[in-house]
């Protein structure tokens, strides 16, 4: 995170369900610049921990938060870091957390539109953000294992061929 002076970045997901299919780990990449980090393991520079540490109490379920930092911060300085990955062990929206939620009354989906509202994420571009996260479309910005700048994005994409 120091070498590329990232703000918020996140080990990419290489086993397990994942929302957003652009977060899977890419085999021979260092990095990709994605302007999202999702909510589940993020690693926070100390600045980006001072801009978004009033988030953590917004919400129970976490859902939202994410969102919130891309406002809160540079979103050019998040990244997914291919060469780290980690497993999610549990199907999403299962576990002990979800069974709490369901006690308190808590509905995750209802607390990420409100952070969506409060944070000025409601907009026209959000569906398609979001679309473009959850289906892998989205195209990177990208730092290979040799260092070099690429751009990458979804498999019909020519991958390692386009320095950025």
Known sequence: MRNYELLIAQPAIAEGNATFRLLRQQPGLLLRFTQFVEVMCPAFSLAALRAVRG???????????????????????????????????????????????????????????????KYGLGGLRMPLRRRQLKQGTRLCRAIDLSGRHITVGPPWWKRFGRAA
Not at 77 to 84: Q, S
Not at 90 to 108: C, H, M, N, T
């Open 55 to 117: 988030t953590f109490r917004e919400t129970i379920s976490g859902w939202g938060l994410d969102w919130a930092w891309t406002q809160l911060v540079d979103s050019q300085r998040l990244a997914v870091i291919d060469a780290v990955g980690v497993r999610h062990t549990r199907p999403l929206g299962s576990g002990l957390a979800y069974e709490r939620f369901r006690q308190q009354d808590v509905e995750p989906s209802q607390e990420l539109r409100r952070m969506i509202r």
